[in-house]
Structure formats: structure tokens, C-alpha cells
């Protein structure tokens, strides 16, 4: 089984999109037994708190639940469960080695590195631009499933 976290600062907008979107791809695909997909946050201040409201209109669109999804963080106890640790951001991916006190397995990566790009995932919380968000978190996504099932 394949096991992937998806992060951002706060759980709520980026990281639980990717984290749904990715499920419902591979739902799709019907190889959810060959995944385990989670999402969490590096800081504490959403703890506990819902999908945001941006992100569920956008889900929601898509026909995509994310029924009983709360904000959980990141621990340093997740770096020996999970295979890959996809940031949507550089602040992201400094953060996870901080709470990790590294990377020495090199788990951790920028969503978008997989689509090519060397950029980061905006975030609507500052935006306010979730279809954006959204285009570029689809983009990621696809590109992550297609190399993780390129040599399967």
C-alpha cells in the first residue's frame, strides 16, 4: 500500500483538496486498496476546524466528499508511516523538515515538481481565488498518480 500525506499550513484549503481529489482519482481508477490517502497541517492554528468553504464549493461541484475531513497536524511520529509527504508550498516543505528534523529517506516534495514546474500552490486562504487553487492542485495530482503508476 502506497501511503501519502498531503500538507499545508493550516489543513483546511490546499491539503485536504489534494487529499480528495487524489482519493476520488484513484477511486476511479478502482485501486483504493492500493492507497492510503490522508491530509494534515504544519502549524496549529486550524486545528480541529472543517474544510473550508472555498474548498468545499469546489468539491462539492465535483460530486467529491470530504464527509467528516478536520484539520489535524503534522507529527514527527508520520515520517516513518508514510512513503511520501507532498507540500503545496516552499514554506510547506521547510516546515516538514522542521518537524521532522530532516529528510533523510527524501519522502518530502512540491506537488507541482511533478507536473514539471518549480512553483508553488497559492494559497486561497490569501487569495481567495479557490478555482485557481484548484486548476494547479489538479494539475499536481494527476501528475503525482501518473508517476507513482508509471513502472506498475
Known amino acids: 500500500m502506497i501511503k501519502i500525506m498531503f500538507v ?3 489543513n483546511i484549503c490546499r491539503s485536504p483538496m489534494a487529499e480528495f481529489l487524489m482519493k476520488d482519482l484513484v477511486e476511479k481508477k478502482g485501486e483504493s486498496d492500493k492507497f492510503l490517502i490522508k491530509s494534515s497541517a504544519t502549524s496549529s492554528e486550524e486545528l480541529g476546524n472543517p474544510v ?6 469546489v468539491l462539492d461541484r465535483l460530486g467529491i ?5 478536520y484539520a489535524v497536524k503534522l507529527t514527527a511520529k508520520d515520517y516513518n508511516y508514510y512513503d511520501y509527504f507532498i ?4 514554506a510547506n516543505l521547510k516546515n ?8 533523510p529517506k527524501n519522502k518530502i516534495s512540491l506537488l507541482l515538481s511533478y507536473a514539471g514546474e ?3 500552490v497559492a494559497d486561497p486562504w490569501w487569495t ?3 478555482e485557481e ?3 494547479d492542485v489538479s494539475v499536481g495530482v494527476d501528475a503525482f498518480y501518473k508517476a507513482l503508476t508509471k513502472n506498475a
Not at 473550508?52 to 464549493?57: K, M, W
Not at 466528499?65 to 475531513?69: A, D, E, L
Open 8 to 10: 499545508c499550513h493550516g
Open 52 to 57: 473550508h468553504r472555498g474548498t468545499r464549493g
Open 65 to 69: 466528499s470530504y464527509k467528516g475531513k
Open 87 to 90: 507540500g503545496m508550498d516552499a
Open 96 to 103: 516538514m523538515q522542521r518537524i521532522f528534523g530532516g529528510d
Open 118 to 120: 518549480n512553483r508553488d
Open 128 to 130: 481567495g481565488n479557490f
Open 133 to 135: 487553487t484548484y486548476r
